[in-house]
């Protein structure tokens, strides 16, 4: 039997097939502990190395000809925010974070701790648009 490609299902399909896979993450990430070791998955242990090697690259890019600005960033699936907490509040003036999870984004407020340079908390998944000001990104 030929394999179906998902451009040969029909829209309803689509849709249905959407909303299962996104229903399935996030049943999924309420079943994880809010901590550093949940969101990776029980690999906690690779967060310094999976953030050491995010610097290079963010330092890398900074490097380039036209690189991005500092001013703003958005952490997108933040959880926790161990990555606004290592990497990103270090290279940018603010940094607002959009997490599906309410509760792996309120503990993100204890994660970081205080900081100023922290902006909004979204609490928002694939199926819910959020509303981003005009010419807060750059
Ligand atoms: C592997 S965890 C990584 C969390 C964080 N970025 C980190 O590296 O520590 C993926 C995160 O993305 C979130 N997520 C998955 N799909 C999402 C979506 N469509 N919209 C917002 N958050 C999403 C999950 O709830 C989970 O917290």
Known sequence: MADVQ????NAETKRK???????????YWSSVPATVD????????????????S???LKQLFKLQNPPGHGRALDCGAGIG?????L???F????????????????SKNFIGKCHKVG?????????QIYIPKGILQ
Request: glycine share 10%; proline share 1%; hydrophobic share 35%.
């Open 55 to 57: 610097l290079s690259f």
């Open 88 to 90: 990103l509040l270090r």
């Open 17 to 27: 097939y959407r909303t299962s896979f996104y229903g399935n993450a996030a049943e």
């Open 120 to 128: 909004n908390l979204y609490c928002a998944g694939k199926r819910k």
């Open 92 to 107: 940018f003036d603010k940094v607002d974070l959009v997490e599906q999870n309410a509760l792996f984004l309120e503990e």
């Open 38 to 53: 949940g969101v990776l998955g029980g690999f906690g242990f690779i967060s310094q190395t999976d953030i050491q090697g």
């Open 82 to 86: 161990r990555i606004t907490k290592h």
């Open 6 to 9: 998902p451009t040969d299902l």
